[in-house]
């Protein structure tokens, strides 16, 4: 499931995996090392993750290889941070367009819209990520609190919407939620604006409908 994690209460910063102090440039660590993870991104965006390099990131970022290596021990190190960034602020970005959403069906909405947005915006970067194996255990353990985080959420809603029992109400909600991974693949078929609002009311319906098929019995 690629859904992001919500919730109804604020949710605490993840924690950060920044260091204390200043560099010789006297910069914070965690400001160059965002600068870093910046640089990688760059290098990124076209989908090559062996353009990545601890040297392309120094010259990318205008610094020496051996400030990289201060920041980061090794390339895979290197990439693994900038999954757990780019993860994370999909988390953030999803998370609140979804609780601002007032009903079930615009909390659906507003989830396929985001994830359809990222995949345009930064698709290739994702999907390069992934294939060069950075997920670890404690990306895989993270990114599954955040989805049991999700279908809870929009069970809730679901529950006080259709007044069925939970147990219905979690089998459809985590259905519909495991169903935008197909939309995202749809969508990768032909990456076109257009297409995008038909992919995003084509699942908007069929997670309603489901719903809605649930409470007329």
Not at 57 to 67: I, M, N, Q, W
């Amino acid at each position: 499931m690629t859904s992001p994690p919500v919730g109804r209460r604020p949710r605490l910063p993840e924690p950060s995996e920044d260091g204390a102090g200043v560099d010789r440039r006297g910069l914070p660590h965690a400001v160059r090392r965002d600068a870093l993870l910046d640089a990688a991104a760059e290098l990124l965006s076209t989908g090559d993750v062996e353009s990545v390099s601890m040297e392309a990131v120094a010259e990318r970022a205008g610094v020496s290889r051996p400030l990289v290596y201060k920041h980061f021990p090794n390339r895979s190190e290197l990439l693994a941070a900038l999954y757990t960034r780019e993860s994370g602020a999909l988390h953030r970005e999803l998370a609140s367009v979804v609780e601002a959403a007032p009903t079930l069906e615009e909390m659906f909405r507003a989830l396929i819209k985001g994830l359809l947005r990222a995949q345009a915006s930064r698709g290739a970067t994702t999907a390069a990520l992934r294939s060069a194996g950075v997920r670890n255990d404690a990306h895989r353990q993270r990114q599954a609190r955040r989805n049991q985080n999700t279908v809870s959420y929009f069970t809730d809603q679901a529950v006080a919407e259709f007044g069925l029992p939970r147990r219905q109400c979690r089998a459809a909600v985590a259905v519909a939620l495991g169903a935008t991974e197909a939309v995202m693949n749809q969508w990768r078929l032909r990456p076109t604006s257009d297409y995008a609002l038909v992919l995003q009311e084509a699942y908007v319906a069929l997670a309603m409908g489901g719903l809605e098929r649930l409470a007329r019995g």
